[in-house]
């Protein structure tokens, strides 16, 4: 990696070199745009709530040689993504990549996948929050009322996100910040606190691969199948959930101090945090668990089962409260993530009502309109669509998002696009960009298996629409980003 010692042109002079005004608040630092990423990506999120797609695949080895697997590619894209961010710091984020590097019809497309990605990923966390919370604390609603107060809840949570987003991002950093510490402790005090309580530390747990599809009986995670090597590929998904939505550091460029260096900084170290700090925490849970078989049996339930089996009641309830919280305010970031990219589209005239969406409240320097158009939109997705779904759906359209401006930078690297941001790969790029355009297309593939299979109509649907849109209508209308398409 290279950075460069000439200091970057300020802020406000690279956005107008871009072709944009600066409209949004800049408030943000660097710690606090590295909290925005770690806040989605959120290990007590994804970690805890997917932990079963893991365990119930092949057992320990899913958490303590997937994991890593699955993280090491993700800081290639991670890698890749910084580059172009320290570039190109845009509130677009991958759209505006997309479009720069690769023209106006991969950055149309790019901008759309992102945009659903980070609507179902703000559906799949408010859902997953509200069934962990009901299964940690015992008050899952029975009877004919159920899933309407389900529903409640999800869309409830949804909108008081909104509103907090409402009153801008000074409020909203102050959040995410709080957020990002909230993560680091209590990760750091539930894998210690299961660590010391493990009286026997069974190791081979971490490379032991066993069988666990059909499993639990009557809910089973994955159907049953006695290909082992497919089933640990299928284990990857619990990382690959767990380990997205880092693109919102640049979702929030136009709002970051500096946003050349820490942009990239921030995509980078969330990373690396919570795929380091996430899997200790998924082996101590592991290793912690009184026996894989009664784990398995509990499917979505098993954190909970062994965090209460194994801690002192009052830390087991006051870790859970801890996790709600640390979830719901994932789901608080997420929503500024997704705000954000549908304010910078419409900017650029890309959604339908692009002229209210785009509006910038003069008071709180927040696009006020797009945060409340995400949240309904993310409320209703989740009316719906079953969670395993919206999870599997909302992988696969973030990572075609990451794919496709990556892929576009690996064609125009050292051909069109010359210059650099103050943070890059050098001849690294093109090669990691590769892997990371192969890795993408590989989640993709096992994202859309059973029992996710609706997400195969799902995406199909998106790409097919988008198809006879692009073709029938947005092609001739669509003019892109405004500003020069190459340095």
Same mark, same amino acid.
């Given at each position: 990696?290279?950075?460069?010692? %000439?200091?970057?042109?300020?802020? %406000? ?9 600066? +409209?949004?608040?800049r ?28 365990l119930? =695949?092949?057992g ?9 697997l699955?993280?090491l ?20 984020g991958?759209?505006?990549?997309g *479009?720069?590097?690769?023209g ?7 901008a ?5 990605g ?8 408010n859902?997953?929050?509200?069934d962990?919370t ?26 008081s ?6 009153y ?18 209590i ?29 639990? +009986? ?6 049953r199948q ?9 284990g ?12 919102? =550091? !640049?979702?929030?460029?136009? +709002?970051?101090?500096?946003? !050349?260096?820490?942009v990239?900084r ?16 998924a082996?101590a ?25 194994t801690?002192w ?10 996790i ?9 970031a !997420? ?9 910078a ?8 009502? =692009?002229?209210?969406?785009r ?5 709180t320097?927040?696009p006020s309109v797009?945060?409340?158009? *995400? ?6 997705f989740?009316? =719906? ?16 998002s ?20 103050p ?28 029992p996710? +299979? ?29 500003g020069?398409?190459?340095?």
């Amino acid at each position: 990696m290279d950075s460069s010692p %000439e200091p970057p042109p300020d802020d %406000e002079r690279l956005l107008r070199s871009l072709g944009y005004t600066q +409209e949004l608040s800049r408030r943000m630092g660097g710690f606090s745009n590295f909290a925005i990423s770690l806040s989605i990506i959120c290990i007590l999120a994804g970690g805890i709530t997917s932990f079963q797609v893991g365990l119930c =695949s092949v057992g320990g080895a899913s958490i303590g040689i997937g994991w890593p697997l699955v993280c090491l590619f993700s800081m290639t894209v991670a890698l890749t993504m910084g580059q172009v961010a320290s570039a190109f710091p845009t509130a677009g984020g991958l759209y505006h990549w997309g *479009s720069i590097l690769g023209g106006r019809a991969c950055g149309w497309v790019t901008a759309w996948f992102n945009l659903a990605g980070l609507i179902t990923v703000l559906a799949a966390i408010n859902a997953g929050t509200y069934d962990f919370t009901t299964a940690a604390f015992g008050v899952t609603p029975d009877g004919a009322h159920a899933q309407a107060i389900r529903t409640g809840v999800v869309v409830a949570m949804t909108l008081s996100q909104g509103m907090l987003n409402h009153y801008g991002i000074r409020l909203t950093t102050r959040l995410t910040d709080l957020s990002g510490w909230l993560i680091l402790g209590i990760t750091a005090v539930l894998t210690t606190a299961l660590a010391a309580t493990t009286h026997h530390f069974e190791w081979s747990r971490l490379w032991t691969f066993t069988n666990y599809s059909g499993l639990p +009986e009557g809910g089973a995670i994955f159907p049953r199948q006695g290909n082992i090597p497919w089933l640990f590929a299928l284990g990857f998904l619990f990382p690959a959930y767990t380990i997205t939505g880092f693109d919102a =550091s !640049a979702h929030t460029s136009e +709002e970051t101090l500096d946003a !050349a260096r820490n942009v990239p900084r921030g995509i980078i170290r969330s990373v690396w945090v919570s795929s380091l700090l996430g899997w200790l925490m998924a082996c101590a849970i592991l290793l912690a668990m009184p026996s894989i078989p009664e784990g398995v049996a509990k499917g979505a339930d098993v954190v909970q089962w062994v965090l209460k089996s194994t801690l002192w009641p009052g830390l087991a309830w006051g870790l859970l409260a801890g996790i709600v919280v640390a979830q719901y305010l994932c789901g608080l970031a !997420a929503l500024t993530s997704s705000s954000r990219m549908t304010y910078a589209f419409a900017r650029d005239g890309g959604l339908p009502c =692009s002229a209210g969406l785009r509006r910038v409240n003069p008071r709180t320097g927040s696009p006020s309109v797009a945060v409340w158009t *995400s949240a309904v939109l993310a409320a209703l997705f989740t009316l =719906s669509v079953p969670y395993t779904t919206i999870a599997a759906a909302c992988v696969i359209f973030m990572y075609i998002s990451y794919v496709l401006p990556v892929a576009a930078g690996f064609f125009a690297h050292g051909r069109t696009w010359r210059r650099m941001g103050p943070w890059h790969l050098g001849s690294f790029y093109r090669p990691l960009a590769v892997v990371a355009t192969l890795g993408c297309l590989f989640l993709i593939v096992i994202g859309m298996q059973p029992p996710n +299979e609706q997400a195969i109509w799902i995406v199909g649907g998106a790409v097919g629409l988008l198809l006879v849109v692009w073709f029938g209508l947005e092609r001739k209308r669509f003019k892109g980003p405004p500003g020069p398409i190459l340095y």
